[in-house]
């Protein structure tokens, strides 16, 4: 890693405010979010990845401890950006073992604990989990648009079965159907 | 596997029906030729979809003929043989085995016993040929016994095992590129879940009747004065949602396999066939309730 001061813009003798505002401003001009489906999001990344270091190491030096530069409020903290970052990709054994590290379990805590059983497959636990976030903080779009994606999943795949012909039992129909196929059944013994 | 696996019948095209059929019948042969008459009794439908699936991502012809049947004895059978076909009934055949050890284990039944050895030969040559696939499900069984005995709470811990168990037989064929191995163990995965979720809440009553574990119990915290109807009542509701999930995600392999031919019947019985069992086993008690009055 290079000097994390000139990572960060700032100088060696900059304040802890200074280095926050320089950080957040950071943050913001390489967030994921800007380089959603673009080709140069890999790029944004590794910088973003370079800046985390350069807060991290910087904070450490100077208190000896890493904090979220927005304070107790609800915007993720460096260390969880990490945690995100793994589990879009797809490790998540160290997404898991970084989180297990983490104290405090924040609304942002449960919701990536939460993500981390989506992408497991565990959508049971998932669900509880996310629920669980968006009741700690009801405000947060992305916690709430997740427990909806996750609530509504298996809707998608009904519609698509109707919209293929697949009948509900209630239907007239179908019961002539069914029918048939006893019948079919004792007859043709498939 | 249960024979939770079927396809929508009304929707499926005869030519189709006939060649999955022609697996069915295939299965229970392969079987019958290569280990006797009586193993083939533990057939279901799942492993008619296992072959179809497996043998519709090569590009080989199937060999079919039309043959005579002892169960079918008044007209000969459409029948398929190929290497899916035979590895569907080798799985069966593991299944059944530790179905009939499990059994005997809890209720020391006699017919199990009889089963056992009948059975233990088999077992054996069948091991020798897939030590991987045998040793995984091994492993997989023993967790899901721990699980039982600890009365396990969390739902999707309960089902992991079953879900890896059957995530490793649609691995198990032949080897094929990363992708569609990754696609292969992820419908198995997730029809692993929706089988074993579907077991669980159709077992329900009979579970609690009996005093077995059942997942659902301990996941909704079933009330002791809560009868086992009124619980099934309570939770369908979020089994359903659990259980289409499961069906969305299988949905979403099966349109990103590269596959060859049995497209018409794998797209019926996923698209469409675990819809319709999905809401007959969630059904269950109300369709009672209007026979009964």
């Known amino acids: 890693m290079g000097n994390p001061y000139e990572i960060l813009g700032v100088s060696r003798n900059a304040s802890e405010a200074e280095i926050k505002e320089a950080y957040k401003k950071m943050v913001k001009k390489y967030h994921p979010d800007k380089y959603q489906d673009n080709p140069l999001g890999d790029l944004a990344e590794e910088k973003l990845q370079e800046i985390n270091q350069a807060y991290d190491h910087i904070m450490n030096e100077r208190q000896g401890k890493t904090g979220s530069p927005y304070g107790e409020g609800n915007r993720p903290g460096p260390e969880f950006m990490e945690i995100r970052r793994d589990i879009d990709a797809g490790r998540l054994k160290e997404a898991q073992q970084k989180l297990d590290r983490i104290q405090i379990k924040s609304a942002e805590w449960i919701f990536l604990d939460g993500m981390i059983s989506y992408r497991k497959g565990w959508y049971d636990d998932a669900t509880g989990k996310i629920q669980q976030a968006v009741n700690m903080d009801p405000n947060n779009m992305e916690y709430n648009q997740a427990l909806s994606r996750l609530m509504n999943a298996g809707q998608g795949y009904r519609n698509n079965a109707y919209g293929r012909g697949y009948m509900s039992n209630q239907d007239a129909f179908c019961t002539a159907c069914q029918c048939y196929l006893c019948a079919d059944c004792c007859c043709d013994c498939i | ?293």
């Open chain 2, 1 to 293: 596997m249960l024979g939770y696996i079927t396809c929508e019948k009304p929707e499926m095209r005869m030519r189709d029906f006939e060649i999955y059929s022609g697996y069915y019948c295939g299965i229970c042969k392969s079987i019958g030729h290569r280990y006797g008459q009586l193993p083939r009794m533990t057939l279901s439908y799942d492993a008619a979809f296992l072959a179809v699936l497996l043998a519709g991502l090569e590009e080989e012809q199937d060999a079919v003929k039309r043959e005579h049947c002892i169960i079918h004895h008044i007209k000969n059978k459409t029948i398929v043989s190929n290497g899916a076909v035979d590895y569907a009934g080798d799985v069966m055949l593991i299944l059944a085995w530790h179905k009939a050890m499990d059994d005997m284990k809890d209720e020391g039944k006699f017919s199990a016993k009889a089963s056992l050895l009948l059975m233990k030969n088999i077992y054996k040559k069948i091991r020798g040929r897939y030590p991987h696939l045998c040793k995984k499900i091994e492993e997989q069984l023993k967790e899901l016994t721990l699980i039982e005995k600890e009365k396990c709470p969390n739902l999707d811990m309960a089902a992991e095992s079953f879900a890896r168990i059957m995530e490793e037989i649609f691995n198990g064929y032949r080897e094929k590129n990363e992708r569609q191995q990754m696609l292969l163990r992820r419908l198995g995965y997730h029809m692993g879940k929706w089988i074993y979720l579907m077991d669980a809440y159709d077992d329900l009553e009979k579970d609690i009747e009996k005093g077995s574990y059942n997942p659902l119990v301990y996941r909704y915290a079933k009330a002791e004065k809560e009868s086992p109807k009124d619980f099934a009542g309570r939770i369908k509701e979020q089994c359903e949602r659990n259980l289409l999930i499961y069906c969305s995600e299988m949905e979403k392999t099966i349109d990103l396999l590269d596959i060859k031919k049995n497209k018409g019947i794998i797209e019926n019985i996923v698209y469409m066939g675990l819809l319709r069992r999905t809401e007959k086993v969630l059904g269950k008690e109300e369709a009672e309730n209007g026979e009964s009055v």
